[in-house]
């Protein structure tokens, strides 16, 4: 569905991201997780076409997106920063809407409002972070979006309205099959939601796998041995992080696997137990391996 090929953008000679190679299946979640800086905006806008990439292509559907006005209309976008219509009322934005994007459905607006009671008549700078934030969020919906592209979508919103957002999102997956990419540093909402999670750090991808696949394969272990721990046991590379305490050693590991616990026994392991890692560690530990 969603193909960004050998992406790469720089400002003033300074490289925001750097040969980005990422494939999103059609009614996918993706998430897009990094630190400050790495380059999350910067891939989300030049997915969208508002940057244009300095090498590389970004296709939806097998077409180019680039001054592709047509598929344009089958993407909605959220972007992290709602101030492009700030000096208009929302019910003027509407009007926009039903002139710009020929699938715009006004009622499913309106039906998006009910759940969201945003006031029409306000003009968006006079709405609260979060109160923009869902706004620009009912009109990329009200699109009917094949490719939906939110950054940082639930900045501002509060428990109740983000549960809501999360839950209308995820349904309209379900129904239509639309594809979306979602950028968050809440992480706990992407894990609630994502199938797809992609590690951006530096302009560079880290780790892109199914949320699933990166449960299994990243794990954090308690291990007691029976005597002393072999020689030159914190350098094994499966690991990504080690800590010591008494005895006992903390191991954090991305090649989790049967081999590794059979490795660990053979090597004199009396105690190991296995926990399992939110996707806010998992980031943590990649960014600083």
Known sequence: MLQVINVS??????????????????????GLVGPNGAGKSTLLR?????????????QVNGYDIKDNFELKQTIGYVADRNDFFNSYKINDIVK??????????IDKFYELNAVFEIPL????????????????????MSLAPELLVLDEPTSGLDPIVKRKFLQLLVEDVSERGTTVVISSHNLSDL?????????????????DNTLDNLKTSMKKLQIIF????????????????????GRSYNIVTDNYSE??????????????E???LTLEDMLIFAVEK
């Open 9 to 30: 953008k720089s400002f003033s000679g300074k490289e925001a991201i750097k040969n980005i190679n990422l494939e999103v299946k059609k009614g996918t979640i993706m």
């Open 46 to 58: 030049t997915i969208v076409d508002i940057y244009d990439p300095d090498g590389g292509k970004i």
């Open 96 to 105: 926009y809407y039903k002139f710009a994007y020929k699938n715009f459905d």
């Open 121 to 140: 008549n306000k003009k968006l700078s006079k709405l609260s972070k979060g109160n923009a934030s869902r706004v620009a969020f009912m009109f990329a």
């Open 191 to 207: 894990e609630s939601i994502c199938d797809q999670v992609v590690f951006l750090n530096d302009g560079e991808i880290l780790k």
């Open 226 to 245: 029976k005597d002393t721990a072999p020689s030159g046991f914190e350098c094994w590379p499966e690991f990504i992080n080690v800590t010591k305490l």
């Open 259 to 272: 081999e590794l616990l059979a490795k660990l026994k053979d090597n004199g392991a009396l105690f190991i």
């Open 274 to 276: 296995e926990l399992n």
